[in-house]
């Protein structure tokens, strides 16, 4: 019998006094309601196999595997007879589930329970594991509802209103955050949100060092009333507007799940498995192991004060005497909001594997100054999520952030810029242009209307294969120096290059091969812009719209703005 076995035996023969003192141990810790365990040679974040009984689950000594064990041990105590058959909350009424793929459905029940689900006169059965997690798959749907979906065990659960459609998962920092009740014609759109066809899931802020097994969140049907409710003056502006464009066009139910936090980076966004893809960020993946092995040792540790206590809590009991204090649980050093994995285990793990179309992503500013390092973590972000939801083509569209006065002089911003063009590099991604509905001395642009259907344009024309539909400005292809001139050639010129104001192409500088830029001349001549200098003599190097104020003139005929670009940068 392993200590933990032995020490859910004493455990069960407290009074309950001491099982009083138990609770006080483990609500301190925010692991209780941490994911499933794995097997040995399985990494600790895969969730178990579909329509099988899992495999007897072994104790690792590593972190991620202490929080359910003590949460079986709580619930040992009070020796229920029967276990209810739980969900997740993101599998319950109202929500949407994705259209022609597989539906994964997950919970909890009595170890060795039969666990039935039905929907649609489709049926699926699972048998919990020895620690009473469950998992089945459904069989495909086309869209349509509403559905009832019946989940069987010792209990019975009932989830209706559910529609098929579309799934899409939206997450970043405050510009995603930003609710509809804060954005331009927050009163009015607010007052015209009410569709029956699209629902909402807003992930509540949390963060924990361990992958958690759950959300506390609701789906709710698009109304007035349920879009202005909670986050930042509501659900996300960017989010809803994407999904409103999505839902009209296809005429399709669509479901979105925000899980974002303002002033958040990149990296607590992130699985482990992202990092450990990109050999530039072995740095972080060391991180996250360290922080893990210190964390393991220290809950090893107080499990064994623990042990220790318990026996003295018994004794104090029997005599009278007072009681003593437990040990305190551990924090582990990743458990922030600013640190790598901190926010993924908490606001994105829970909902793996709930079936998606895609995800839509803005953030950046918060890793502003990173240049092409940011590139590196867009791999892994893009990489991870993709591997944990096992759909190596999973669609994310992004928002290149947008012109803001971060402080006199500043030259980090088109750094950043760069690093999200090239992420269009990564397969299967797309990028949303904000330079031209930019706020520079705000940081929070209110017009997010332009930044949903923008995002809607990548997904409808690369996800949805909507044909001829022009979905992105000019993106910088290649330039060619001609003599003491330059040409720079675009990708998605759509029908032709412009200005949005009529005048010339605005924010253009060239080099030579000293490497100083200076202001360029520049015209239109079919499909490329045509920049020169008086002084420069042979340019070699050529940038746009590189200055954390530029506003760009430069769109296409469509009036979707070109991208900033350096040269130079982009060979790096």
Not at 19 to 30: A, D, N, V, Y
Not at 119 to 141: H, R
Not at 234 to 258: C, D, H, K, M
Request: charged content about 20%; glycine content about 10%; proline content about 7%.
């Amino acid at each position: 019998m392993c200590r933990f076995h032995r020490f859910a035996a004493k455990l069960c023969s407290l009074d309950p006094a001491c099982i009083g003192l138990w609770s006080s141990f483990t609500h301190s810790s925010s692991v209780i309601s941490s994911s499933f365990l794995v097997d040995e040679k399985e990494e600790s974040r895969h969730h178990p196999p579909d329509n099988t009984i899992m495999k007897k689950k072994s104790f690792l000594p590593y972190p991620r595997q202490f929080a359910l064990p003590l949460l079986a041990l709580s619930l040992l105590a009070a020796s229920p007879a029967h276990a209810d058959v739980r969900l997740p909350h993101v599998i319950a009424s109202d929500m949407v589930l994705q259209q022609q793929t597989r539906i994964p459905v997950w919970g909890w029940a009595d170890p060795g329970e039969k666990v039935t689900c039905e929907i649609g006169g489709a049926k699926a059965t699972a048998t919990a594991n020895a620690d009473g997690q469950w998992k089945l798959q459904l069989p495909a749907m086309k869209a349509g509802g509403p559905y009832e979906l019946n989940v069987r065990g010792h209990n019975t659960l009932k989830l209706t209103g559910i529609l098929v459609g579309e799934v899409w998962l939206c997450s970043g920092q405050s510009n995603m955050e930003m609710g509809i009740g804060m954005c331009k014609d927050g009163k009015q759109e607010i007052a015209a949100a009410t569709n029956s066809q699209i629902r909402l899931f807003l992930v509540p802020k949390k963060t924990s060092g361990t992958p958690l097994s759950d959300v506390d969140a609701t789906w709710k049907v698009c109304s007035p009333t349920n879009i202005a409710q909670g986050g930042w003056g509501g659900f996300s502006a960017a989010a809803y507007y994407f999904g409103r464009e999505i839902q009209n066009t296809l005429n399709v139910p669509v479901g979105l799940i925000e899980t974002s936090w303002g002033g958040t980076r990149i990296e607590p966004w992130t699985p482990p498995t992202g990092f450990a893809a990109v050999r530039a960020l072995k740095g972080i993946e060391e991180e996250i192991q360290k922080a893990d092995t210190e964390y393991g040792k220290a809950y090893g540790k107080a499990l064994d004060e623990l042990e220790v206590a318990v026996v003295k809590a018994r004794k104090a009991i029997t005599s009278g005497n007072a009681l003593p204090p437990f040990p305190q649980v551990p924090h582990h050093e990743l458990d922030s909001y600013s640190k790598p994995t901190g926010l993924y285990n908490a606001m994105v793990y829970p909902l793996v594997p709930f079936a998606v179309r895609g995800a839509i992503w803005y953030q950046g500013e918060s890793n502003n100054g990173e240049s092409m390092l940011y590139y590196e973590k867009m791999k892994a972000l893009i990489g991870g999520w993709r591997q944990v939801w096992k759909k190596s083509d999973l669609p994310f569209y992004y928002v290149q952030i947008a012109p803001y006065k971060y402080g006199p002089g500043n030259t980090n911003l088109p750094g950043i810029w760069n690093a999200q063009l090239a992420s269009l590099a990564i397969p299967n991604t797309g990028m949303a242009v904000t330079t031209d509905i930019a706020t520079v001395n705000d940081i929070h642009p209110p017009n997010k209307q332009d930044v949903g259907k923008r995002l809607a344009l990548w997904a409808l024309a690369k996800t949805y294969g909507k044909k001829d539909l022009v979905y992105s400005g000019p993106l910088f292809k290649k330039a060619k120096p001609d003599g003491d001139k330059i040409a720079v050639l675009f990708d998605s010129i759509g029908s032709g290059l412009a200005t949005r104001d009529g005048k010339e192409v605005s924010h253009f500088e060239i080099a030579g091969e000293d490497g100083k830029f200076v202001p360029a001349q520049t015209k239109i001549e079919g499909d490329k812009i045509i920049a020169s200098a008086s002084g420069v003599t042979t340019p070699v190097q050529v940038r746009f719209g590189w200055d954390q104020l530029a506003e760009p003139n430069l769109i296409n005929k469509e009036g979707l703005p070109a991208s900033p670009f350096s040269s130079a940068e982009l060979r790096r």
